[in-house]
C-alpha cells in the first residue's frame, strides 16, 4: 500500500523557520518528480514547490521564491521542503505528492497530475 506522511509542521513566529519531509512508503520516490501543495483557510489549494527526478529541476511559486528550499534524498526515499524567513500569509496545511505524468518539472504543478496525496501538516505562523 502507498502512503506518503508529512511531517515538520507546527507554530513558528515569523522569521522562523521549519524543514518540512514527505517520507514515501511502498512507492520509490526516485524516478518522480515531487511537489509540495498547500491548502489555507478557505483558499484553494496551490503549489508550492516541485522537484525533478534526477535532473535538478526545480520550481518555486513566487510567493515563496528565494525562502523555500525542496531537495531529495534517495537513500531515505524523503523530500524535504526547507522554509525560511516565514510569513503569516505562509500559514496552511501542506501536502506532498508523486507526480505519475512526468518525472521533470516543468512550470507550475499541475495537480491533475499528481497522486498518493498525503494528509497533511499544519504549519501556523504568527505575527
Known amino acids: 500500500q502507498v502512503q506518503f506522511v508529512e511531517s515538520g509542521g507546527g507554530l513558528v513566529q515569523t522569521g522562523g523557520s521549519l524543514r518540512l519531509s514527505c517520507a514515501a512508503s511502498g512507492f520509490a520516490l526516485d524516478g518522480y518528480a515531487i511537489g509540495w501543495f498547500r491548502q489555507a483557510p478557505g483558499k484553494e489549494r496551490e503549489g508550492v514547490s516541485a522537484?525533478?527526478?534526477?535532473?535538478?529541476?526545480?520550481y518555486y511559486a513566487d510567493a515563496v521564491k528565494d525562502r523555500f528550499t525542496i531537495s531529495r534524498d534517495a537513500a531515505k526515499n524523503t523530500v524535504y521542503l526547507q522554509m525560511d524567513r516565514l510569513k503569516p500569509e505562509d500559514t496552511a496545511v501542506y501536502h506532498c505528492a508523486a507526480n505519475l505524468m512526468r518525472s521533470r518539472v516543468v512550470g507550475v504543478p499541475l495537480q491533475y497530475e499528481y497522486a498518493y496525496w498525503g494528509q497533511g501538516t499544519q504549519v501556523t505562523v504568527s505575527s
Open positions: 522537484i525533478g527526478s534526477s535532473d535538478g529541476s526545480t
